[in-house]
């Protein structure tokens, strides 16, 4: 990413996220997101994009092994889900009372 300008993203921490391409593809589930890291544009989503870790045996993990998790996808990717909807939903940022808000592009419910 560009380190001149900080990019601005509609996804944030704890937000309700739809999956749009991908192997996880899957556009009336739900899922959560855990993380968002701005500067590599990805996001960190429950239970989505599952890699193996192969650890070796150390002090608090005295067996080693296998290890699954969630590995980040491009946050192009994912759409905020719309709960009136039941879908995802394109965001505009509109100002009230003097702060940002997220409104549904379709619904124009705040999210």
Known sequence: MSKRFKPK???KKGD????????DKDVKKPRKV???FPDEARV???GANIITRHTKPSAQNTKGGLVKKEAPI????VKLWDAKKSEGAKVK???EDGKLIRV?????DAI
């Open 44 to 46: 960190l989503i429950e």
């Open 74 to 77: 491009h946050i192009s990717n």
């Open 34 to 36: 855990l993380e968002v």
């Open 93 to 95: 940022r509109t100002r």
């Open 16 to 23: 309700s996220v739809v999956i749009i391409t991908g192997d």
């Open 104 to 108: 549904s592009k379709k619904s124009g």
């Open 9 to 11: 993203f509609n996804v």
